[in-house]
């Protein structure tokens, strides 16, 4: 399962919305049958990148980008 784009409205964070978003994302995929759950997060992003340790996901890649005009 790949999950992109989470947000939660600066004024919403903090009461567990995103912990239960990310559960229930996470409990759907098992019930999918899905064996892996994966993510992007942008690096300027040091705050959400806690949030998804602390969810148990483990960082395993680098993206990388080619802007073009």
């Known amino acids: 399962?790949?999950?992109?784009?989470?947000?939660?409205?600066?004024?919403?964070?903090?009461?567990?919305?995103?912990?239960?978003?990310?559960?229930?994302?996470?409990?759907?995929a098992r019930r999918r049958g899905a064996a892996l759950v994966q993510l992007t997060s942008d690096n300027a992003r040091p705050d959400a990148h806690r949030f998804y340790d602390r969810l148990g996901f483990v960082q395993s890649h680098a993206g990388f980008k080619l802007l073009l005009d």
């Open 1 to 28: 399962m790949q999950i992109e784009a989470v947000r939660v409205d600066e004024t919403l964070r903090g009461i567990g919305l995103g912990s239960a978003m990310m559960r229930w994302a996470v409990e759907e």
